[in-house]
């Protein structure tokens, strides 16, 4: 299995250790959406990790479209990703709400792991759907 398919199945098992196995020591993670990136470091990104988890609690990532560099260094991925938004996300209060968004991803891939994540999502499109469920809306 390629390090992005560890990757992704370590955050769709919601176990923050194994997605930070996945991952340089010297790691920028830069969701663009994220007011603190970019972060460095496991430690920072683990932290980060936990916040997410504790805000979509079932995250759940479907990779749909894959592309590779040649030499492997650069990994682009298109995911379909569900869940239930408990908490503050993508600057939103959840309130339990059900989101799905396509979310690009680019990685730098360094000796065999992740030295490089950059995620981009429409997060007013997570607002909308907040929105709709909110105002009982048919989603």
């Given at each position: 299995?390629?390090?992005?398919?560890?990757?992704?199945?370590?955050?769709?098992?919601?176990?923050?250790?194994?997605?930070l196995d996945t991952y340089t020591d010297d790691i920028v993670w830069d969701d663009v959406t994220h007011p603190l990136s970019p972060v460095r470091g496991k430690e920072a990104v683990g932290a980060v990790?936990?916040?997410?988890?504790a805000a979509i609690p079932?995250?759940?990532?479907?990779?749909?479209?894959?592309?590779?560099?040649?030499?492997?260094?650069?990994?682009?991925?298109?995911?379909?990703?569900?869940?239930?938004?408990?908490?503050?996300w993508a600057g939103v209060a959840g309130g339990g709400a059900p989101v799905e968004i396509?979310?690009?991803?680019?990685?730098?891939?360094?000796?065999?792991?992740?030295?490089?994540?950059?995620?981009?999502?429409?997060?007013?499109?997570v607002l909308r759907q907040v929105e709709a469920y909110k105002a009982g809306e048919p989603s």
């Open positions: 299995m390629d390090i992005v398919d560890r990757h992704f199945a370590a955050e769709n098992a919601h176990d923050v250790g194994a997605t990790y936990t916040d997410i988890l079932d995250v759940h990532f479907d990779s749909t479209l894959r592309f590779t560099s040649a030499d492997g260094e650069w990994v682009l991925d298109i995911s379909n990703v569900t869940g239930h938004v408990e908490g503050q396509r979310l690009l991803h680019l990685f730098r891939v360094r000796d065999g792991l992740i030295a490089y994540e950059n995620a981009w999502f429409d997060s007013a499109g």
